[in-house]
């Protein structure tokens, strides 16, 4: 069974950093793209990037570039998404995907608050 | 970058309604569409991909269709367990772009 177990909620502070974590399992880590989508609260879904932990590739949303950094470590077959100065403005949930073209498998979510 | 602009971004319906949701690419994507169904504090889920194929599990009465820049996402009779938000996305090359998303409640 395909799963992508995403960490817990975290709480932090304005300019603290953070790094949330997505753990595949149940499929060849390697041979398959991970996304990261935000989702901030009431809002709709916005694409950030993607890595191929394969090679590392990785693409960024414009949007993102330089605010995120995403990176994987395929020997614990987990994906990651961190951040060097947390802002306000990024509290919202992260989701991780496994992209089969489409996002067919979802992570549970990350749940971010970020406030002073 | 190709924008996904999703019309509309509400409606409400009866149960039992025919309820169409539109989604346009601003430029040509072929058959690179998805839609996704998200229930209010739950993780999104893949209805469709390939513009019209059905993922496995989900109900005969979604529909999708369209190619190039133009795409349809049909419940063909609305009940009430598809109270959610729907979103397109394209994904033939980055940046895999979702729509806005379409609100969709039962009056």
């Known amino acids: 069974e395909v799963q992508l177990v995403q960490s817990g909620a975290e709480v932090k502070k304005p300019g603290e950093s953070l790094k949330i974590s997505c753990k595949g399992s149940?499929?060849?880590?390697?041979?398959?793209?991970i996304g990261w989508v935000r989702q901030m609260p009431g809002k709709g879904l916005e694409w950030m990037g993607i890595i191929y932990p394969g090679d590392s590739d990785t693409r960024y949303s414009p949007s993102f570039q330089g605010q995120v950094t995403i990176s994987a470590d395929k020997s614990i077959s987990t994906a990651y998404l961190q951040w060097s100065s947390l802002k306000a403005s990024d509290t919202a949930m992260y989701y991780c995907?496994?992209?089969?073209?489409?996002?067919?498998?979802w992570g549970q979510g990350t749940l971010v608050t970020v406030s002073s | 970058d190709i924008q996904m602009t999703q019309s509309p971004s509400s409606l409400s319906a009866s149960v039992g309604d025919r309820v169409t949701i539109t989604c346009r690419a601003s430029q040509g994507i072929g058959n690179y569409l998805a839609w996704y169904q998200q229930k209010p504090g739950k993780v999104p889920k893949l209805l469709i991909y390939?513009?019209?194929t059905l993922q496995s599990g989900v109900p005969s009465r979604f529909s999708g269709s369209g190619s190039g820049t133009d795409f349809t996402l049909t419940i063909s009779s609305l009940q009430p367990e598809d109270v959610a938000t729907y979103y397109c996305q394209k994904y033939n090359s980055a940046p895999l772009t979702f729509g806005g998303g379409t609100k969709v409640e039962i009056k």
């Open positions: 995907a496994r992209r089969f073209g489409e996002f067919d498998y």
């Open positions: 149940g499929y060849s880590f390697t041979s398959y793209w």
């Open positions: 390939a513009a019209s």
